[in-house]
């Protein structure tokens, strides 16, 4: 029998009442996510979808995975946590719509050393918000406690989410050639990629996150840079249903244009941007400027204001761009394709830092 000094889970850190107490706070949030084939009622072993229901036929499923990178570290260290988490559904559901997907469901997983339930639900918030931007429903996810992996009040978030496009609908289409027009959607800023050259650049300042943003007027730098990334789910997909004139789609995170682009080309064309074209949004000359970056760094390291690229043919764009419009985007005209040169993307014009 155990004498009185033996061990609970509470002792080794791990509070089992917290995370009940949490799943009880987050049951509103995710139920205001529910969609056709989801209920999105949590509590049970594992979360159910009914492709029937959503209206697919001959559906090929498509699934992401991501997080948010160290730019949980500001999240942290601010102690803002509402929008962090539309930042790892966005990182997921716009990997998606570039196949021509529509995202479906959500799962997230929630590691941290002890958990704060309020700290909790305004992560799941975020998450909340994020698939009702996204009109995907959040089926189910994972929180854990776990003591001497993570350090006070650190976390880390990983998300899930699964898509549908009915078969032969998927991107890219075969048939991109040059002569095709490349247009772009503008970000919201920095989204949630280069954020360890981010922290960097803002430690080299020595200015704290409460400080004045003198990129963002009336916003603090931390609360500048926790702007959430776009979820550009809703437009692409009525853009796509409208006109079928979208020939590829290309999320630029991590690598820029130089890495992002070739993936959704074949290989006999390349992609010539003109970096004029593009409405820098000031957090990027601010980085530049601070950090001392080059421009080809900030375009491998950076969206430097275009968080999505598009592929139309000629005849195709202005279907294409009337039903973003319509849809509330602000296409830009970015560049074509073209034949293969030495390299697959090629720049011309000069990226314009405020």
Known sequence: MMGKDGLTYADAGVDIDA?????????????????????AEIGGFGGLFDLK???FKDPILVAANDGVGTKVKIAIETGRHDTIGIDLVAMCVNDLVVQGAEPL????????????????ADIVRGIAEGCRQAGCALIGGETAEMPGLYDGADYDLAGFSVGAAERGTLLPKPGIAPGDLV?????????????????RIVARTG????????????????????????IYVKPLLAAIRATGGIKAL??????????????VLPDDVGIEIDLSAIA????????????????PEMLRTFNCGIGMVLVVAPEDAGAVGAAL???GEAPVRLGRITGRGAEPVGFTGRLAFA
């Open 325 to 327: 419009v319509a849809a």
């Open 53 to 55: 229901a959503a209206g």
């Open 183 to 199: 247009l772009g959607l503008p970000s919201s800023g920095v989204h949630s990629n280069g954020f360890s050259l981010v922290r």
């Open 19 to 39: 995370g009940n107490a949490l799943v009880e706070t987050i049951r509103p949030l995710v139920r205001s996510t529910r969609r056709p084939g989801a209920d």
């Open 105 to 120: 469901f959500f799962l997230d997983y929630y590691a941290t050393a002890k958990l704060v339930p309020g700290v909790g």
């Open 250 to 263: 290309a999320h630029i995170t991590g690598g820029g244009f130089p890495d992002n682009l070739p993936r």
């Open 207 to 230: 200015l704290g996150w409460d400080a004045p943003a003198a990129f963002a007027p009336g916003r603090t730098l931390g609360e500048a840079l926790l702007e959430p990334t776009r």
């Open 280 to 295: 820098v949004p000031p957090v990027f000359g601010w980085l530049a400027a601070k950090g001392g970056v080059a421009e």
